[in-house]
Each structure stands twice: as C-alpha cells, then as structure tokens.
C-alpha cells in the first residue's frame, strides 16, 4: 500500500536506519522503492521479525524493488555531527541513489530534514504500517548486522556477532576492562559511570 495512493504520486520511497542507539558501529539506513500493489505477507517492522526471516526477506526485497540503496555512516561522522543527523544523513544519502528518484517520501519516525524540494511524511511506526519502510527496515537492520559480523573478526573480545553493538551489560564490561576501539562512538556515554577510557586503540 503507497501513503499517497490517493493522489498516485509515484514512484514513492520508503526509508528507515538501524543501530541508532548503539555504542558501537555505524548507523545504517536503506530507501526503497517498491512496485505498486506489492505483496508479500511476512514483510513487518524489522524488529518484530526473528533474524532467520529478515535474513529470508532481504533477497526477496532486493529482487522485487524498483530501486534500493543502503547507506553505512561511520562513528566519526556520528561524532561529528550527532545521531539524529547522522541517521536523517544516511536516509537522505540512501534516497539520492535511488535510481528512479522518488517523488514522494515516507520516512520512520517523527524527525526528517527537506530533501531536494521533493515532499516527505514522517509516520510514526512506520515500519509497521507501510511495506517500502518495513523493506527499507529489514534492509537496514540486515545490512548493518552482516557489517558487525565482520568487525566482530577483529575485536571477537566485544562479541558483535551477537549485541550488533548495542549497549548489553557483556558490550559495556568488555569495554571497561579492553577500552574502546576505532569502531565505538566516543560522544556516546560509553559506560554508565563514565570510568576512564583508552581513546587511543
């Protein structure tokens, strides 16, 4: 079902990002343009599916998508510019490689900055209600996992593979008793007492 599906602007682009709230790797985010009248039944916000079935739907979604783009946004640009504008950057990065450009956006969430002009909706839970978010969500939540497993290569001691970087109790004690790597967002707060970190690895 398109947003605009009232007025038939078409194409329409649906964007989403994970890893928002991680302490580790990049904020990731994917636009995706789908056909009209698209179906595909197990297709669902990114978090309320198991990881086997979103690993089963990115395929899918890669196939049967007009146009889709994912967008990786490293931890110094995080730092730099901070999370909110990083994820609305990497959506908004995502979007411009679409190939058809979108007429219409619809973004997860309530925040989105204007775009080159084109109109856009900010729809909260998103992902649950409109299939071009929820593909866009899957995208960005599968695209950003197999991104910590090849990190988690390098730096096994923070076991990525499993927390993808978010703030467990096994990441924060790893980064208490190893300090923090290249791959960490050093304006997060990293520990809860704040103790002292290595910032030099």
């Known amino acids: 079902m398109l947003f605009q599906n009232y007025s038939r602007i078409f194409p329409e682009a649906g964007t989403d990002e994970a890893g928002r709230g991680c302490l580790a790797g990049p904020v990731t985010a994917a636009a995706v343009i789908l056909p009209e009248n698209f179906q595909l039944p197990l297709l669902n916000d990114s978090k309320k599916l198991s990881e086997k079935n979103r690993f089963e739907l990115k395929p899918t979604i890669e196939e049967y998508a007009i146009a889709f783009a994912v967008t990786h946004l490293e931890p110094e640009i995080i730092d730099e510019i901070n999370i909110l504008n990083a994820s609305i950057k990497a959506m908004q990065e995502s979007i411009m490689r679409l190939n058809p450009i979108p007429l219409y956006i619809i973004v997860d969430g309530n925040r989105f900055y204007p775009f080159n002009d084109t109109p856009f909706s900010c729809i909260i839970k998103g992902d649950g209600k409109y299939l071009s978010i929820a593909a866009a969500s899957v995208l960005a939540k599968t695209y950003r996992d197999e991104y910590m497993n090849r990190i988690h290569e390098e730096f096994p001691m923070y076991n990525w593979k ?9 990441h924060r004690d790893a980064i208490q008793k190893y300090g923090i790597t290249k791959y960490h967002r050093k304006s997060f707060r990293l520990l809860p007492d704040q103790l002292k970190l290595d910032f030099d690895k």
């Open 162 to 170: 499993k927390n993808k970087g978010y703030p467990t109790i096994e």
